[in-house]
């Protein structure tokens, strides 16, 4: 088996994987699993030495499964590489170290994000971080959207070196992909009749306090949680990184979620009024029929 292989999932990533390409610079295979792209995303890879394998897209957490199962066979560790991402020598030093280490299955890296041409270095992901180096045959992502690692039985770091993630494409099509982002987690919502489960909660790994995080949030009343996640954004000093800063904290911290609320709140709403026009109907169905002006 091979030691290492990067794997990245695409669609439409033309403009961003030469460069995430690139950072690996041919130090380990890297395997591409695209999803219907129809630019010129599989192309780029395939020229680049890349495997690459078309699977329909489900979900994240599904697409992410079906590239560890590919890798479980051939490879002892995976690093899963967002196609806006980008890999230091820094950190591959740190990652050559960690794969070396026999009494380590997994490792967290933190984020050194990108807005405007700027760094951020405040805001809500300035302490964030990622489950992104595994073991294929042990790690599986759980929940369709916001996928994690369920990390309770892994013995995980953190990576001292954080990893770039700067993104190339139009500005626009940050919000395009977010509301198919919010699609999906106002739907997870739904499903879960807006209570998430407890199901891997534990205070012992971060995936776990994760599970509570979210139980807690989807507690809170819909659109007053965008405005506490916003707040905590600009708590943690996202106005620091000046208006790079504030314009991110608004996107992601007040935008994002509060699209989330928006299309949950429509989807009761038009539930309500299918519920009432429902029961009218039955009403008039159930109501006695009359026979000369008089109710038989």
Same mark, same amino acid.
């Given at each position: 088996?091979?030691?290492?292989?990067?794997?990245?999932?695409?669609?439409?990533?033309?403009?961003?994987?030469?460069?995430?390409?690139?950072?690996?610079?041919?130090?380990?295979?890297?395997?591409?699993?695209?999803?219907?792209?129809?630019?010129?995303?599989?192309?780029?890879?395939?020229?680049?030495?890349?495997?690459?394998?078309?699977?329909?897209?489900?979900?994240?957490?599904?697409?992410?499964?079906?590239?560890?199962?590919?890798?479980?066979?051939?490879?002892?560790?995976?690093?899963?590489?967002?196609?806006?991402?980008?890999?230091?020598?820094?950190?591959?030093?740190?990652?050559?170290?960690?794969?070396?280490?026999?009494?380590?299955?997994?490792?967290?890296?933190?984020?050194?994000?990108?807005?405007?041409?700027?760094? *951020?270095?405040?805001?809500?992901?300035?302490?964030?971080?990622?489950?992104?180096?595994?073991?294929?045959?042990?790690?599986?992502?759980?929940?369709?959207?916001?996928?994690?690692?369920?990390?309770?039985?892994?013995?995980?770091?953190?990576?001292?070196?954080?990893? +770039?993630?700067?993104?190339?494409?139009?500005?626009?099509?940050?919000?395009?992909?977010?509301?198919?982002?919010?699609?999906?987690?106002?739907?997870?919502?739904?499903?879960?009749?807006?209570?998430?489960?407890?199901?891997?909660?534990?205070?012992?790994?971060?995936?776990?306090?994760?599970?509570?995080?979210?139980?807690?949030?989807?507690? +809170?009343?819909?659109?007053?949680?965008?405005?506490?996640?916003?707040?905590?954004?600009?708590?943690?000093?996202?106005?620091?990184?000046?208006?790079?800063?504030? *314009?991110?904290?608004?996107?992601?911290?007040?935008?994002?979620?509060?699209?989330?609320?928006?299309?949950?709140?429509?989807?009761?709403?038009?539930?309500?009024?299918?519920?009432?026009?429902?029961?009218?109907?039955?009403?008039?169905?159930?109501?006695?029929?009359?026979?000369?002006?008089?109710?038989?």
């Amino acid at each position: 088996m091979e030691p290492l292989a990067v794997v990245i999932l695409t669609l439409d990533e033309e403009l961003n994987l030469p460069k995430a390409l690139a950072s690996v610079g041919g130090r380990v295979p890297v395997l591409v699993v695209d999803s219907g792209s129809s630019d010129r995303t599989q192309a780029i890879a395939a020229a680049a030495g890349a495997e690459v394998v078309e699977h329909p897209f489900v979900d994240y957490a599904s697409q992410r499964n079906f590239a560890l199962e590919l890798a479980a066979e051939r490879f002892e560790w995976v690093f899963f590489l967002d196609a806006d991402e980008e890999l230091s020598p820094a950190l591959w030093a740190e990652l050559d170290a960690a794969i070396a280490d026999p009494a380590l299955d997994g490792a967290y890296v933190r984020l050194e994000l990108w807005m405007l041409g700027k760094r *951020l270095t405040h805001g809500e992901y300035s302490d964030a971080m990622v489950l992104r180096l595994m073991r294929p045959r042990l790690a599986r992502f759980r929940r369709s959207s916001n996928e994690r690692v369920d990390d309770r039985d892994m013995r995980v770091k953190i990576l001292d070196t954080r990893l +770039i993630h700067r993104d190339a494409k139009p500005i626009v099509e940050w919000f395009k992909k977010h509301l198919g982002y919010a699609q999906r987690e106002a739907k997870h919502y739904l499903d879960a009749e807006g209570a998430a489960s407890l199901d891997g909660f534990n205070i012992r790994t971060r995936a776990g306090r994760r599970v509570g995080l979210w139980w807690a949030y989807n507690r +809170i009343p819909l659109f007053v949680r965008p405005l506490l996640f916003h707040g905590r954004a600009l708590a943690k000093g996202a106005w620091r990184d000046g208006l790079p800063g504030l *314009l991110y904290a608004g996107m992601h911290a007040l935008w994002y979620p509060m699209v989330i609320d928006l299309l949950i709140y429509e989807a009761k709403r038009e539930a309500k009024r299918e519920a009432k026009r429902e029961a009218k109907q039955e009403g008039r169905r159930g109501a006695a029929p009359e026979v000369d002006g008089e109710v038989a």
